[in-house]
C-alpha cells in the first residue's frame, strides 16, 4: 500500500540515507563542484510497504530553494511531480523568488520533465562531471544511452511575483530597439527584418524582461532572428521560456525553426531544442556589418545554423 507524501522526520532519516547509498553510492551529493551532506536536507518521501518509491531533497540559498535530488522508482504514477509540487509549495511559504536545479547532459528524460513543468534551461557547465569524478571517483564516463557524462545543466522557474506574461507586439516594435540591440548590434541590420517579423515580449507585472522575433524564410521555413533579455533579468531562463513558446506557436504552420548564431551560443541553442546542424554562413559578419562583431573574446566571422523540427 502506498503512503502519503511525508516530510523526512528523525524517524525516516536512516531510510532516506539508505536510499542514497543504494541509488547514488553515498550520502554526499555533489552540485557545482560542491559537496552537500544528504544526510542533513530537507525534503519528502513517498513509501509502499516501509520501502521508499520517491524522494526529494533540497536547501535554501538566500532567496533560492535548490532541488539536490528527485528520484521515483515507479515511473509514469505522477510521484515525481507529487513531490515536486511539495517543493514548490515549502519555497512559496519560505519567499523564495526562484527554485533551480542540476541535471547533467545525459539525462533527456529529466530535461523533458522539468520543461514541461515550467523549468527553463539557464546556464551549462561544460565539463563539470570531471571535477565530480575528482571527488566521487565512481562516477561512470557513459551515462544514459551511452551518451558522454560530461556537463551539467542548470534549469530554473520563477515563482513569486510572477505575473509572467508572453504576449505579440503588433504595433510600436520600435520601442523595443534597446532590447534589440543587445543581440543585434547594429541598427540598419534589425531594420531589415524588423517590419516581416513577428515579435513576441516576455513581461512581469507589466515590466518587458525578454524579446524573441520570428521571420518568415520560406513556406516550410521560419527563422528566430533575434531574442534577448534585458541585463538583470538574465540567468532566470526568460529566453528559454520564449523559445518553447514560439515552438508551439508556429507548429503546424512551418516544419521547421532555424536560428543562426556565433559559435560560443551553439550550446545553447542546442540545449533548448535546434539539435540539428542546417547550414553554415562563410563571412556572415564580415559581409554584412560595419564593424567588427565580437562575442566575448571571439572574433565573429561566419554564422552557424541550426535547426528545430517543428
Not at 542514497?20 to 510497504?49: A, C
Not at 532541488?67 to 515511473?75: G, H, N, P, T
Not at 504576449?167 to 540598419?188: G, Q, W
Not at 554584412?288 to 562583431?293: A, G, L, S
Request: aromatic share 10%; charged share 30%; glycine share 6%.
Amino acid at each position: 500500500m502506498i503512503d502519503k507524501i511525508e516530510r523526512i522526520s528523525n524517524e525516516t532519516r536512516n531510510l532516506v540515507n539508505q536510499f542514497f547509498i543504494d541509488n547514488w553510492f553515498s550520502t554526499d551529493m555533489s552540485v557545482r563542484g560542491e559537496i552537500i551532506d544528504g544526510t542533513k536536507l530537507d525534503g519528502f518521501l513517498l513509501q509502499e510497504e516501509s520501502t521508499i518509491i520517491g524522494l526529494v531533497t533540497y536547501k535554501f540559498f538566500e532567496e533560492i530553494c535548490e532541488i539536490v535530488s528527485l528520484d521515483s522508482k515507479k515511473e509514469n504514477m505522477g510521484i515525481g511531480s507529487a513531490l515536486l509540487k511539495e517543493v514548490e509549495k515549502v519555497a512559496i511559504d519560505n519567499n523564495c523568488k526562484k527554485i533551480r536545479l542540476i541535471t547533467t547532459n545525459d539525462n533527456m528524460r529529466a530535461l523533458q520533465f522539468y520543461q514541461k513543468r515550467g523549468y527553463c534551461l539557464s546556464k551549462l557547465y561544460p565539463n563539470a562531471m570531471d571535477g565530480v569524478r575528482r571527488i566521487k571517483p565512481n562516477v561512470p564516463k557513459l551515462g544514459d544511452n551511452d551518451i558522454p557524462l560530461r556537463d551539467e545543466v542548470e534549469l530554473k522557474k520563477i515563482i513569486c511575483e510572477n505575473n509572467i506574461e508572453i504576449n505579440k507586439i503588433e504595433e510600436n516594435k520600435l520601442d523595443y530597439m534597446d532590447l534589440l540591440l543587445s543581440a543585434d548590434p547594429e541598427k540598419d541590420v534589425v531594420m531589415q527584418y524588423i517590419a516581416q517579423g513577428d515579435m513576441f515580449v516576455l513581461s512581469n507585472n507589466g515590466k518587458a524582461l525578454a524579446e524573441i522575433l520570428i521571420t518568415p524564410v520560406d513556406s516550410e521555413t521560419c527563422e528566430l532572428k533575434n531574442i534577448a533579455t534585458v541585463s538583470d533579468a538574465r540567468g532566470n531562463g526568460f529566453a528559454g521560456m520564449l523559445i518553447q513558446y514560439v515552438f508551439n506557436e508556429y507548429k503546424g504552420k512551418y516544419k521547421r525553426m532555424i536560428v543562426g548564431t556565433t559559435e560560443n551560443m551553439i550550446p545553447f541553442y542546442v540545449l533548448n531544442g535546434f539539435t540539428k546542424y542546417y547550414k553554415t554562413a562563410k563571412n556572415f559578419f564580415v559581409d554584412n556589418y560595419k564593424e567588427e562583431i565580437w562575442d566575448g573574446n571571439l572574433h565573429c566571422i561566419d554564422m552557424y545554423y541550426y535547426a528545430k523540427e517543428l
